[in-house]
């Protein structure tokens, strides 16, 4: 079975503070994607970033940066530096066979 | 703004009442999603097109919902009578090799 644990429910960080959001996936599936998205207080759901299961290298896109471990089934997101803007519920998700699996969401709450 | 428009953002209805809400995907996109999400959850996949073929339905999808894409572009999906555990944000995704990108949603109420 597929499915995308996403084991805190709620972070509040102090802004310029580094905060990291866990995902843990389970899938048997060999070729599968992995996202990650952020939805804003207004709703909207936006996309941040997808990786394939062949590509474990780390990526960096300004302050987030994601890591993907096949060994552990991770594929953890870090803001660093975090700003009031960064305050969202943020999703992970996995694709495979055809449907996405999305976690519950953490909300991330940053204090100015 | 992400490109994909659905209509309309907003819906109450009462119970028992068919409802029918529009997504307009990228335009060059050929894979279209149906989700639904309730307050708390994530997002929870319906349905998937691929051109105007549906061609994965979700077990949440009972016999009330169906989903159209007649010309591999748009997309509709209507409910009949309607139920108050219908009451939930239903978003549409069209998707690239690149990524999948998500409308605003349509927000059904049903009383």
């Known amino acids: 079975a597929q499915k995308v644990t996403q084991a805190q429910t709620e972070i509040s960080v102090v802004e310029k503070e580094d905060v990291t959001l866990d995902c843990v996936y389970e899938?048997?599936?060999?070729?599968?994607?992995l996202f990650w998205y952020k939805q804003p207080p207004s709703g909207e759901l936006v996309f941040l970033i997808r990786r394939n299961s062949f590509d474990e290298q780390n990526e960096i896109s300004g302050r987030y940066s994601w890591n993907f471990q096949k060994s552990t089934s991770s594929f953890n997101f870090t803001i660093t530096a975090s700003q009031v803007v960064d305050s969202a519920v943020y999703f992970c998700a996995l694709f495979t066979g055809n449907q996405f699996y999305f976690g519950t969401g953490t909300s991330l709450t940053v204090i100015p | 703004d992400t490109g994909v428009s659905q209509d309309p953002r907003h819906k109450i209805t009462k119970r028992g009442q068919n409802v029918t809400f529009r997504c307009d995907p990228i335009s060059e996109h050929n894979r279209l999603y149906w989700y639904r999400q309730t307050l708390g959850q994530g997002p929870e996949f319906l349905t998937y097109?691929?051109?105007?073929?549906?061609?994965?339905k979700s077990r949440l999808l009972s016999d009330r919902f169906s989903a159209e894409r007649p010309k591999g572009s748009f997309s509709t999906l209507e409910i009949q009578r309607t139920e108050q555990g219908d009451s939930a944000m239903y978003l549409c995704?069209?998707?690239?090799?690149?990524?999948?990108?998500f409308g605003p949603g349509t927000r059904l109420t049903v009383t």
């Open positions: 899938t048997r599936d060999t070729t599968y994607y």
């Open positions: 995704a069209s998707s690239s090799p690149h990524g999948q990108y």
């Open positions: 097109f691929q051109n105007e073929a549906q061609l994965e």
